[in-house]
């Protein structure tokens, strides 16, 4: 196989998340040579494997086999990846099965390197990913495998191939909070206590409003308010109790503490209660590193493009690495049509993806 097939390969197996597809096995068996770790969790499925080469530092490869669910409407079978008008289409083009092709076919036809390889898979990224590669982590640390850098092929490309990598990324916290009143009727609001009129007074001070801002490499972090409920879905009671919740992408500027502060400000004098839950903390990979020095020398080399070093987006499983104090950084085909119908990218961007890591593996030194 080449990288193509290799791609088309993978295309063709159903495997929305958790479901791997028999991917996992698959590469264990494609890549005969490498020690062989799963750490499969309930219905999630994980795999490392690596091979040390010779004394030097360990570069590990990740990413994810599981997809979204195709949904309807598609041009072509999403299970089935289909040339036409110059794209390969299928669910899991560019998120990520590109990127998983691109560095298992690397990785597979890598003869020397300067320490030890490793390539590292799950199928629980685009789910909770409470079983995935965290679970894998955990077990790598505990018998001392952990790598001292990871490339998470994500796709990261804006406009061309080979502009952006992600260095970092943005935490998100989610809040919750229930703005208390007292049930009426209407036609007496002096009697009540109306928590939406409470609320509409001080929505302006809150919606999209910048908690700090932001620096060289995260945007600012903005209260992005996402719902707002309340009411008996009748015209003449007003309502006992109002929910709204909302969702702040944080850089390191702004924490829990912060937030709380926020919201007790704008909701001074009223009754409220608060919950905040955080599903990933901020994270920025030094950019004067040996990690990203390379992979920006290897991109340079294959496109012509010196790539920016972006934080913007959601989250990724480089979020559960960076705490560990592992150099991190995402790169991948460009991201304009993931988990949408017609997910495509093209043949050119996947073959460049696995020159740019097949360089990168031969310049690690």
Request: hydrophobic share 35%; net charge negative; proline share 4%.
């Amino acid at each position: 196989m080449n990288v193509i097939d290799l791609f088309k390969y993978m295309i063709a197996q159903k495997s929305e998340t958790p479901d791997d597809g028999g991917l996992l096995e698959f590469v264990e068996k494609y890549l005969p040579d490498f020690t062989v770790v799963r750490v499969d969790v309930e219905d999630v499925k994980n795999l490392f494997l690596y091979k040390k080469f010779s004394e030097g530092e360990h570069l590990c490869f990740a990413g994810h086999v599981d997809v979204v669910p195709a949904g309807s409407g598609w041009d072509t079978n999403p299970y089935e990846a289909v040339e036409k008008d110059g794209y390969i289409y299928g669910r899991g083009t560019q998120d990520m099965k590109s990127g998983v092709s691109a560095f298992t076919q690397a990785i597979k036809e890598t003869q020397n390197f300067h320490g030890t390889l490793s390539l590292l898979l799950t199928s629980d990224e685009e789910g909770e990913g409470t079983n995935g590669t965290i679970k894998m982590l955990e077990y790598l640390k505990e018998h001392n495998l952990l790598p001292h850098a990871v490339v998470v092929a994500e796709p990261t490309c804006e406009e061309s191939f080979g502009d952006a990598i992600k260095v970092g990324r943005r935490g998100s916290i989610n809040g919750y909070i229930t703005l208390k009143g007292k049930q009426g009727h209407a036609a007496y609001p002096e009697k009540a206590i109306n928590p939406i009129h409470n609320i509409s007074k001080i929505l302006g001070n809150m919606a999209g409003v910048d908690l700090d801002n932001g620096d060289a490499f995260f945007s600012p972090s903005k209260f992005v308010i996402t719902d707002i409920r309340s009411g008996m879905q009748v015209t003449n009671v007003t309502p006992s109790h109002l929910d709204m919740m909302f969702n702040v992408r944080n850089t390191t500027l702004t924490t829990q503490k912060e937030i709380e502060a926020f919201v007790a400000e704008q909701f001074k004098g009223l009754d409220y209660t608060l919950k905040l839950t955080q599903g990933s903390y901020p994270f920025r990979t030094n950019t004067d590193t040996k990690l990203v020095h390379t992979i920006d020398k290897a991109i340079e080399k294959v496109t012509g493009l010196k790539p920016k070093h972006s934080t913007a987006g959601g989250t990724s499983d480089a979020r559960h690495i960076a705490p560990l104090g592992i150099d991190v950084v995402e790169f991948g085909v460009k991201n304009d049509t993931i988990h949408s119908i017609n997910e495509r990218t093209t043949q050119k961007e996947v073959q460049d993806l696995y020159e740019v890591f097949k360089t990168m593996i031969g310049m690690w030194k």
